[in-house]
Structures are given as structure tokens and as C-alpha cells.
């Protein structure tokens, strides 16, 4: 059944890149103000383009859920960054651009070392539960993580300050997906399990905060600098848990180890690229409203010259 688990999670990804899209598309027009607070949620759901967002990923976590019922962790969160390789260009070209060079190659390094990552390291599956102290120890760890995001996000701006708040965000969702795989398992043996244990209920609150931190990473910066940040630290905090506390297993020996790191190299290298990319930059500029890519000539600026005449 390790297929359906592959398949589950490649289709994830790719709903959560239509999805991160319109929510983005939503989010970049909500008032600064709100930034980093609930109420950035309350006026979002008054908006369409982000209520259709949400139900995209609504089954993209429903894709993900049923992908940990069949694979770990591992090899599940991994898997889920293909989405990158829609979200990119689909934001992009809904803003009227097209990716350069420069931008295609920060997309495909993210995915290539996601890739080279899960290849080398062979996971392979676990137990379904920890021990609470485990537990404690991954809520402190991943806790500190988002603070230090929201923190060093708080003294930037722009693309930088997106990339810092989905640094936090990625890490609530590597959270999420633990916690998921856990609640699935407790379903599994009863209503009355699943209802009387905690894992259920941390997850709705990770969810909330993780769901916070990531509209406003949105809210701060062009998707291209958000969502190849979060597609890289989840799975990263995903599989660290996993190995942590539900005794997944991953390759360690020399060569394993090289392609890892190199894997590694190459995720961080993407991001540096795309957050200094002309046309993210140019993507920051604040506009009236979104469009659908059809609706206006779709280039891509080079630094210095103006931006096209939006039609009337």
C-alpha cells in the first residue's frame, strides 16, 4: 500500500500550490496592521479568493492524511514539496510575469534537494505513538523555532520578513504532520480514543498558530519567498521528529550522508536565489489588486525599467 501513500502525497502537494496561490493572492490585500494576529483571519474569510484557498487545502490535508495512514513520515512530508514546483510559477504568472533562468533554477534546486534528500536517506516506517516525554521535548524544540522566525521576521521587511515567518510556519506544519499521523493512529482504535487523548486537540491549536504565521508570511512578502521556505523546513522538522520520537529510520552511512548534506546545500541555495530574485523583488511593489495572468500581457520586468499600464 506504499503506493497509495506516494500517490496520496504527491496530489497534496500539488492541491496545496493551487491553494497557497489563492490564499497569497488574498492575503498580500488585507491590512498590515493585522499582521501576525487572528484577526488577520477573521478578515480573510470574508474574502472568496482565500475561502477557496482554504478548501483546496482542506484536501490537500485530507491527501495528507491519508498518505501517513499508508507511509512514514519520512517519506510522506518530502513528498509534499513537489507542490513547489506548481505553486512558483502559478503565482508568478497570476501576477503577469514569467520565471527567468535565475528563478526556474532557485524552484528546481528546492525540489532537486528535497528529492536528493529523500532518495539518500531511504526512510523507512516507525511506530505510530511516543512517550509524552518525547512529546514535551519536540512542543519546546519546535516552539522555540517558530519564535525565533517570528522574531527575526518582526525586524525585516519585505521578502526577507515573508521567508522569516514561513521559517516558523514550515515549522508548525512539521509539527502538524506528526501530530496528524498520531491522531490517525488513535482513530484508528475508537472514537473514544481519539476524543479522550490530547494529540487531537494540539493539533487543532498547531493548526491555528501555523495557519496565523503563514498568512501573514503571505501577507508580508510574494509567494516565491514564502512557500519554497516552508516547503523546505517541514519536511525537515517532519522527518526529525519522525526519527526522534517514532523510530523512522534514515541511511547514515558515508555516501547517504554526503548526498543528504548535498541535498541539503541545495534547498538553502534555492531559497537565497528566489528571495534575491529580480522578479520577486519586483513582485513585493504593491498593486491594486491581483489578476488572473490572461487578463493582462504576461513579461518579465527587467531591473530599472517601468512597470506595464494596468488596462482600465
Known amino acids: ?168 510556519a514550515g515549522a508548525a506544519f512539521g509539527l502538524l504532520a506528526a501530530l496528524t499521523k498520531a491522531s490517525t493512529h488513535l482513530l484508528s482504535q475508537g472514537a473514544g480514543v481519539f476524543f479522550t487523548s490530547w494529540q487531537p486537540y494540539g493539533m487543532a491549536g498547531v493548526a491555528l498558530a501555523g495557519a496565523i504565521v503563514q498568512q501573514s508570511a503571505f501577507q508580508a512578502g510574494p509567494l516565491p519567498a514564502s512557500v519554497p521556505v516552508m516547503d523546505a523546513v517541514e519536511p525537515t522538522v517532519a522527518v526529525l521528529i519522525g526519527v526522534f520520537a517514532f523510530s523512522e529510520h534514515v541511511s547514515t552511512t558515508s555516501g547517504a550522508l554526503a548526498f543528504e548534506a548535498l541535498g541539503i546545500l541545495l534547498v538553502l541555495g534555492g531559497i537565497i536565489t528566489l528571495d534575491r530574485s529580480p522578479v520577486v523583488l519586483e513582485l513585493q511593489a504593491p498593486v491594486e489588486a491581483d489578476q488572473p495572468a490572461g487578463r493582462e500581457p504576461s513579461s518579465r520586468l527587467r531591473p530599472g525599467l517601468p512597470e506595464p499600464t494596468r488596462p482600465r
Open 1 to 168: 500500500m506504499l503506493a497509495v501513500s506516494v500517490v496520496a502525497a504527491l496530489a497534496a502537494g500539488c492541491t496545496f500550490a493551487v491553494g497557497s496561490v489563492l490564499q497569497q493572492s488574498a492575503a498580500r490585500e488585507a491590512p498590515q496592521s493585522i499582521s501576525m494576529s487572528w484577526r488577520l483571519l477573521v478578515d480573510l474569510a470574508h474574502r472568496r479568493k482565500w475561502l477557496l484557498g482554504i478548501s483546496a487545502d482542506v484536501g490537500s490535508f485530507a491527501l495528507q492524511a491519508l498518505a501517513l495512514a499508508f507511509g512514514p513520515l519520512a517519506l510522506v512530508q518530502p513528498l509534499l514539496v513537489t507542490g513547489l514546483l506548481f505553486a512558483v510559477p502559478l503565482a508568478v504568472r497570476w501576477r503577469g510575469r514569467r520565471l527567468g533562468p535565475r528563478e526556474w533554477a532557485g524552484t528546481i534546486a528546492v525540489g532537486a534537494g528535497l528529492a536528493a534528500f529523500l532518495a539518500a536517506s531511504s526512510p523507512t516506517d516507525g511506530v505510530p505513538q511516543t512517550t509524552w516525554d518525547k512529546w514535551l521535548l519536540i512542543l519546546i524544540a519546535v516552539g522555540g523555532l517558530m519564535v525565533l522566525g517570528i522574531v527575526i521576521g518582526g525586524a525585516l521587511t519585505g521578502a526577507l520578513r515573508a521567508s522569516a515567518y514561513a521559517l516558523s
